[in-house]
């Protein structure tokens, strides 16, 4: 029963393979994800000034970008126009304090005003280190969201949606709660819709939406472990990640 409801929100939200940008990054990554191959990001003006805002943002981080690619053993950095702006946006996994035992993954985007790259999404816990292994997720685009999806283990084992509308501020929430009845013998699931009580069937129909609309997988870490778990995002389009010096470089290339 765990198993099939994970599966159910994988279907909606998440598949393999850390990814993100483009192109001449060697990371040996064994995704499955439809290849995006692009070759140099043309940019306009203002897509320069956000690359070497990012370069910047990119060089005061690396320490904490670092020590998760050390201790994941994992690709951490992306550049995609997320929004279809014409500017792309700079997104990472980074460590918050100096263990590095767990991951945030940061959003960026230009601001024109002030010149600056600015945070727009923060989400803490994404990636961590535990006995049985770290959680999965998913981070995704359509046509009008970004979409983020995690789950957690313990006690009680937590999936979590979250969608971002296309100025990333969350538009929605869905949340699925499994917990282990010892009278019973029997996983117990819970539905939660936008922070309220939700049955199966609209749960389901919430979430799936968003994986039928998804255009690119922008980084995840689940792998399919048989057929029956195969997510509709295996046959998505995923960019590639690149880790801190494949996308210093590229950076500096594209200024």
């Given at each position: 029963?765990?198993?099939?409801?994970?599966?159910?929100?994988?279907?909606?939200?998440?598949?393999?393979?850390?990814?993100?940008?483009?192109?001449?990054?060697?990371?040996?990554?064994?995704?499955?994800?439809?290849?995006?191959?692009?070759?140099?990001?043309?940019?306009?003006?203002?897509?320069?000034?956000?690359?070497?805002?990012?370069?910047?943002?990119?060089?005061?981080?690396?320490?904490?970008?670092?020590?998760?690619?050390?201790?994941?053993?994992?690709?951490?950095?992306?550049?995609?126009?997320?929004?279809?702006?014409?500017?792309?946006?700079?997104?990472?996994?980074?460590?918050?304090?100096?263990?590095?035992?767990?991951?945030?993954?940061?959003?960026?985007?230009?601001?024109?005003?002030?010149?600056?790259?600015?945070?727009?999404?923060?989400?803490?816990?994404?990636?961590?280190?535990?006995?049985?292994?770290?959680?999965?997720?998913?981070?995704?685009?359509?046509?009008?969201?970004l979409i983020v999806t995690r789950s957690s283990g313990g006690t009680e084992s937590v999936t979590e949606t979250v969608v971002y509308d296309m100025n990333f501020y969350k538009n929605g929430s869905y949340k699925l709660t499994q917990t282990h009845d010892a009278a019973t013998e029997m996983v117990v699931n819970k539905y939660f819709a936008n922070g309220s009580p939700a049955d199966q069937a609209a749960y389901d129909q919430l979430v799936t939406v968003h994986i039928d609309q998804a255009t690119m997988v922008l980084a995840s870490n689940i792998q399919a472990k048989s057929e029956e778990d195969a997510s509709p995002l295996l046959s998505k389009p995923a960019a590639r990640l690149m880790n801190y010096e494949g996308m210093l470089s590229y950076l500096i290339k594209l200024s």
């Open positions: 029963m765990f198993k099939r409801a994970v599966a159910l929100v994988v279907t909606a939200a998440m598949a393999l393979g850390l990814a993100a940008c483009n192109t001449e990054t060697t990371e040996a990554t064994a995704s499955i994800y439809t290849k995006v191959t692009e070759s140099m990001m043309s940019l306009n003006e203002d897509g320069v000034k956000a690359v070497n805002a990012y370069k910047e943002l990119l060089k005061v981080n690396k320490d904490s970008i670092q020590i998760i690619e050390k201790y994941f053993n994992v690709p951490t950095c992306g550049l995609h126009d997320i929004n279809s702006d014409g500017i792309p946006e700079f997104y990472f996994f980074a460590a918050t304090d100096s263990t590095g035992y767990s991951a945030t993954f940061f959003v960026f985007t230009y601001d024109k005003g002030s010149d600056a790259a600015v945070k727009k999404i923060e989400i803490p816990n994404i990636m961590y280190l535990s006995g049985g292994g770290g959680g999965e997720y998913a981070v995704f685009t359509s046509p009008v969201a």
